[in-house]
């Protein structure tokens, strides 16, 4: 299958998001000698404070829990490789992807997706908090690292694809498809990201590859973790087979290896259903350009229907038996608690920020205030925003 794979690759070419041809930046920079201008976004993110700081952001546990567990920051890697190879074989373009491959969980909380709605919850009456605004306000306002600019003065096909990298915000007859947060809002009144079009396929691609990275990540965490066994897995479609295989064509094999190459193979059996069914609805739809490719309507890089069936039974199974198992639970119950402390204290009492964080002037209680202590909140570590939860609220710990 695979030689008649690399035949049909070639034709997507045509489809790829050109840097020559990009729509430019914010901020007109005169363009590096030596990379492109994806290279160039990709290479701002490596480098950004943000990126940095996923190393000690978590995925599903809490950091301190073992070193062995995904972060964001591993996470972040392993997407950036299923979306190398992805684009490596459509002949996409493997900077763009990758560059949105590694930012595109940048504005997650720490405490992942405890953290996220904890902060939700606080932020409700403060025009509300979403982790894609977040990574789009980091990149375009926080990161503070340049004269001429805030930001990272990204492309704008890495801005878009950081946006809608899930799809359209906009749905039919221009109606928001869901509420369009705040800070999306802001930025496309003076940079339009086009909220009502698909992405490009670079970005569709880091989209899938997220899907497939964290679906086999988590397994593989759930099992080291005894959250789940062997035998669970064993009763899911796609997953199952591919344990058993592996188990009767290795008689004795140890558990460590034939979960890792189970996984494996898990991933290699995604990704090529994902080359097939991009190249079928590229024979289908017949997009000629990367703008075609926006104005579809409809994905032109996704799962076939047989593995997107698959894809749904493995995260109801992930969300029964380890985001929703009573280990996990009892940590997300700590983390939401810990953030909603930290936000409380800070909104009443914002003398308490960092000097460089009351820069501007700031007032208790008003929505420049929540936004402030939002943004101060979401790039806190695990370690950090426990640590700073000591500080603030044991009266045995120093200031």
Partial sequence: ?????????????????????????????????????????????IHCGAFRRLKYKTQVFVASEGDNYRTRLTHSLEVAQIARSLCRFLALNEDLAEALALAHDLGHTCFGHAGEDALQECMANFNGFDHNAQSLRIVTKLERRYIAFDGLNLTWESLEGLVKHNGPLIGGKGKAARPIPLAIQEYNATHDLALATFPSAEAQIAAVSDDIAYNAHDLDDGLRAGLFSLEDVMALPLVGPIFSDIAARNPGVDRTRLIHVSLSRIIAAMVDDVILESIRRLKALKPATAAD???????????????????????????????????????????????????????????????????????????????????????????????????????????
């Fill in 293 to 399: 490719v926006r104005a579809l309507g409809q994905p032109l890089v996704a799962f076939s229907d047989a593995m997107a069936a698959h894809d749904k039974s493995l995260k109801e199974f992930l969300f029964a038996h380890m985001y929703r198992h009573t280990k996990v639970n009892r940590m997300t119950s700590k983390a939401r608690r810990v953030v909603r402390d930290l936000f409380s204290l800070l909104l009443a009492e914002p003398e308490l920020l960092p000097e460089d964080w009351r820069i501007g002037g700031i007032e208790a209680g008003s929505l420049k205030t929540a936004r402030r202590v939002a943004d101060y909140i979401a790039g806190m570590t695990d370690r950090f925003a426990l640590d700073e939860h000591s500080r603030l609220f044991d009266p045995a710990i120093k200031p």
């Fill in 1 to 45: 299958m695979t030689s008649d794979l690399h035949k049909l690759a070639g034709a997507l070419a045509p489809v790829a998001c050109d840097p020559a041809k990009s729509r430019g930046r914010f901020t007109p920079e005169e363009e590096a000698a030596t990379r492109t201008a994806f290279q160039r976004d990709r290479d701002r993110i």
